[in-house]
């Protein structure tokens, strides 16, 4: 079945450290990748998305993805995270020609101060 | 950038009544807006695709009768949950599709806060 997968759902990481989140996803064909972020207590949020071109994305708050077709992967990092960044992470796709975002199960990801 | 808004936030209602929840793009026109359900510490499930002036469109396992959706204008969509039951509490999130991109696959979804259904 088509799907989207992420991994490592519970992250806990100190401040300053990298943060890496990996999205796989199972659809053929062309698709558009979105990463999508929930504050606590607040609605999703759109990072960053690629449709086309360059396959490194920066999107808000220092968050970059990088499309790797041959892997089937977006995956989603940031250098140096801060408190702030506590939240949870949604990565999702639309197969080209289609409207309807397939998400992936999230990652919630804890920074200590 | 755009905005969702979902009314009412949290509601909570006896088993076998109805519930309305409203759905509005603030400042954009959404031809199509999206109805999910999200479970405790798991992911949003689509549960259908609403076409401003047609009928939705209801993903596999959701029945259309329980969970009716109208999308009478371009910036209001309303999920009524009927005949509510305690296995239908869950946190209820819509989108709205901002069409500007003039692709379906490319537009961006704009997502609503949600609401929080309780069914005593």
């Known amino acids: 079945a088509q799907s989207v997968s992420q991994h490592n759902h519970h992250v806990i990481l100190s401040e300053a450290a990298s943060l890496e989140l990996g999205c796989n996803y199972s659809?053929?064909?062309?698709?558009?990748l979105f990463w999508y972020v929930q504050y606590p207590g607040q609605h999703l949020q759109l990072l960053l998305k690629y449709f086309s071109g360059d396959p490194l994305v920066k999107g808000i708050k220092g968050f970059e993805a990088e499309f790797i077709k041959s892997k089937f992967s977006f995956n989603l990092r940031k250098p140096s995270v801060q408190w702030s960044d506590t939240a949870e992470y949604f990565c999702a796709v639309i197969p080209y020609g289609n409207n309807r975002l397939a998400f992936g199960k999230g990652n919630q990801v804890v920074v200590i101060p | 950038g755009a905005v969702v808004s979902q009314h009412p936030s949290r509601v909570i209602c006896k088993s076998g009544t109805s519930v309305k929840i409203e759905c509005r793009s603030l400042d954009f026109q959404a031809t199509t807006m999206f109805w999910y359900r999200q479970f405790p510490k798991q992911s949003l499930m689509l549960m259908a695709t609403?076409?401003?002036?047609?009928?939705?469109?209801?993903e596999q396992g959701v029945e259309k009768d329980k969970f009716l959706i109208n999308h009478a204008s371009l910036t209001l969509s309303t999920l009524t949950v009927t005949s509510a039951h305690p296995e239908d509490s869950s946190f209820y999130i819509c989108s709205a599709r901002d069409g500007t991109s003039g692709g379906t696959s490319t537009d961006t979804q704009y997502f609503g806060p949600g609401t929080r259904l309780t069914v005593l």
């Open positions: 659809y053929g064909g062309t698709v558009n």
């Open positions: 609403s076409n401003e002036g047609s009928k939705a469109t209801y």
